[in-house]
């Protein structure tokens, strides 16, 4: 099992740029999250989906849009990219949403200029 | 509004002693989880520990230990015999377990742990 896999590990856009990042998971995971991790904090919530076609905002949603055509797949895309979107991200999968661990991928750093 | 509070931002400690992580945690739900991670370096999230707020007994795994009081709205972590490899930040994190909101994590804002030789 891969896991939970992200791509790209890397990216640097231009302000305004857009962009996909794309996460997999092949646990078969109802449940999938997107967070971003910045200096000196921990992870917030973006966006989340609950199952295949779902998918609700987090804490701190603005600038992001996100999609779960396929169940394994779920799919984060900023629009036109902003400096304060320098972060890391983070894609999460769990089996339940309680009493389960979320396992997460490796992370995708992205610096916009 | 639920809320993790950790407040070292550093700690340091001895090869093969004992360290206690702080976590104190702010909720209204009954039922909730309590989660600690581990941040090395190289930047992935590794699951160490998970506590359930119906659990009676603290969690244990391995040398990780949550030491859990309910009263205190503490979830904090021991690490026994600490190694070289345990230098890291430490994330504490609870589950929203509030029906339809996904059971989101809600994490600290970490601790970063030196183990020296």
């Known amino acids: 099992n891969a896991g939970v896999t992200q791509t790209p590990k890397f990216r640097v856009l231009k302000t305004g740029q857009s962009m996909t990042l794309l996460c997999a998971q092949d646990?078969?995971?109802?449940?999938m999250y997107w967070y971003r991790q910045d200096p000196g904090m921990g992870l917030r919530l973006i966006h989340y989906?609950?199952?295949?076609?779902?998918?609700a905002k987090g804490e701190v949603p603005d600038g992001y849009n996100v999609s779960r055509l396929k169940k394994q797949n779920f799919l984060l895309g900023l629009e036109s990219a902003a400096p304060s979107q320098t972060s890391v991200y983070f894609c999460?999968?769990?089996?339940?949403?309680?009493?389960?661990?979320?396992?997460f991928g490796p992370g995708t750093r992205l610096t916009v200029l | 509004a639920q809320k993790i509070t950790q407040t070292q931002p550093g700690m340091f400690v001895q090869e093969k002693e004992a360290v206690t992580l702080d976590c104190t945690y702010d909720?209204?739900?009954?039922?909730?989880?309590l989660f600690w991670y581990k941040q090395p370096s190289s930047g992935e999230m590794i699951f160490l520990i998970y506590?359930?707020?119906?659990?009676?007994q603290n969690a244990t795994e391995g040398r990780y230990s949550l030491n859990f009081q309910k009263a205190r709205k503490s979830a904090n972590l021991v690490i026994s015999a600490s190694q070289l490899g345990d230098s890291a930040m430490y994330f504490c994190?609870?589950?929203?377990?509030?029906?339809?909101?996904?059971?989101?994590?809600?994490f600290g804002q970490g601790t970063e742990l030196s183990v020296k030789p």
């Open positions: 999460a999968s769990s089996y339940g949403h309680s009493y389960n661990e979320q396992f």
């Open positions: 646990m078969n995971h109802e449940y």
């Open positions: 989906s609950v199952g295949e076609g779902t998918t």
């Open positions: 909720t209204s739900d009954q039922s909730y989880g």
């Open positions: 506590q359930g707020s119906y659990d009676e």
């Open positions: 994190a609870m589950r929203d377990q509030t029906y339809n909101q996904g059971g989101k994590l809600i």
